[in-house]
């Protein structure tokens, strides 16, 4: 890693500068813990890192306004997962967050970088779908708010320019009537990229009776994905183990996985099935006291 810059700008008008400075040839650092292991197996190679742990506008969890909630890109996972705004008003993402790699890596990985890397994997992401979050951008030319559906282009590629940057997300706030669910398979329990993953958002309206049903995937296409054949499948219906099995056998029609080396197509077409039929399961017997 010798010869290459490293500038540690104070402010984002530094950081924008230094993007506009550098072009292509430098990267953000957040917590480096996907992109160290892209510079250590040579898998890239930048001319300047730009550092932007010192930015303090991309830091802070808060309330946007009485409706939203605003995560600054550099906050941690662990941050999240404790931050008791996200767990009253978003408990999806807090429960995302504590379930991404281990102690090490939630103390130093952002949801900023969890975002830009892009990954179909990336554990914040399904959660952040559900939620209907919006990602909030900055660039030369100034703001712009983009869905974080709209976000992703494909694996490892997003709408972000080469001079703008992940300034935070924007999150709707869940009120109490709804319930949620973040599920992840691996290879092992913790340190473990998702071979598989699934939120899920709903309003209770009693036992097993949910509208506003909301379901991503993770890692079962080239990006995270909306399951919209299970969310109509479930919205208005009355559900108990038997049905919840029938609707979580529907996820095969919305998955289109790959098979790469953490997991066969088929094998992720069934987990992505057996996740959310377990996560429903768990969701009817919270749903008794709605
Ligand atoms: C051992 C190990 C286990 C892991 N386990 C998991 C897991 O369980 N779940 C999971 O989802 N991920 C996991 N990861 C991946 C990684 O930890 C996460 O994606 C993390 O959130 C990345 O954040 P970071 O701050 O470290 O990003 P960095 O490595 O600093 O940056 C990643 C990329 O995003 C860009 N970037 C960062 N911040 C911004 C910004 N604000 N604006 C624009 N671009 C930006 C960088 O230029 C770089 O291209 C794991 C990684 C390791 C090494």
Request: aromatic letters at 6%; proline letters at 6%; a positive charge.
């Amino acid at each position: 890693m010798t010869g290459i810059n490293v500038a540690i700008p104070k402010s984002i008008d530094e950081t924008l500068e230094l993007l506009e400075k550098w072009g292509p040839d430098a990267a953000i650092i957040a917590g480096g813990t996907d992109l160290v292991v892209e510079l250590k197996d040579k898998l890239k190679s930048w001319k300047a890192l730009i550092d932007i742990g010192c930015v303090p506008e991309v830091r802070g969890i808060r309330e946007a306004d009485s409706n939203h909630v605003w995560i600054g890109a550099m906050s941690t996972h662990a941050e999240i997962a404790s931050s008791t705004l996200v767990r009253d008003t978003a408990p999806v993402l807090a429960n995302a967050c504590a379930q991404v790699g281990s102690p090490q890596i939630r103390n130093r990985g952002t949801i900023g970088g969890n975002i830009s890397t892009a990954s179909p994997a990336g554990d914040t992401i399904p959660a952040l779908f559900v939620l209907e979050a919006s990602v909030e951008i900055i660039g030369p030319k100034g703001t712009r708010i983009v869905p974080i559906e709209s976000f992703f282009q494909g694996p490892k590629k997003s709408v972000l320019a080469p001079c703008e940057m992940v300034l935070g997300v924007r999150i709707p706030k869940l009120d109490k009537e709804y319930i949620s669910f973040f599920r992840k398979l691996g290879q092992r329990k913790s340190l473990a990229i998702s071979i598989v993953s699934v939120a899920f958002v709903a309003k209770c309206q009693g036992p097993g009776l949910f509208t506003d049903v909301r379901v991503a995937f993770g890692a079962v296409a080239p990006t995270v994905i909306r399951a919209r054949t299970v969310e109509n499948a479930i919205c208005g219906k009355q559900l108990d183990p038997k049905t919840a099995e029938y609707v979580s056998k529907l996820a095969f029609r919305d998955c289109v996985p790959i098979t790469d080396v953490r997991g066969s197509k088929g094998y992720r077409e069934q987990m992505a099935c057996n996740l959310l039929y377990e996560g429903l399961l768990s969701l009817l017997s919270c749903s008794e006291a709605c």
